[in-house]
């Protein structure tokens, strides 16, 4: 799945955003026992990512950052 948001946010405001979303979706999808590569490219530059391993989602799991 590839989602791309296109918003009038200043850079400023987009990276505090990416930040939110990231980890809400992060939230969200360690509910299910999938495996899961989150990244966000902000326009600044600025790269946040989390991922989930499949071993990691039959038990408890660890963020990578």
Same mark, same amino acid.
């Given at each position: 799945?590839?989602?791309?948001?296109?918003?009038?946010? #200043?850079?400023?405001?987009?990276?505090?955003?990416? %930040?939110?979303? !990231?980890?809400?979706?992060?939230? $969200? $999808? %360690?509910?299910?026992?999938?495996?899961?590569?989150?990244?966000?490219?902000? #326009? @600044? +530059? #600025?790269?946040?990512?989390? #991922?989930?391993? !499949?071993?990691? @989602? %039959? +038990?408890? @799991? @660890?963020?990578?950052?």
């Amino acid at each position: 799945m590839d989602i791309r948001l296109i918003s009038s946010l #200043t850079d400023d405001d987009e990276d505090r955003f990416a %930040s939110v979303l !990231l980890n809400a979706m992060d939230d $969200l $999808l %360690s509910q299910f026992s999938v495996a899961y590569h989150l990244r966000i490219n902000t #326009t @600044a +530059g #600025t790269v946040l990512q989390r #991922t989930r391993a !499949l071993a990691e @989602a %039959s +038990g408890d @799991a @660890a963020d990578v950052v």
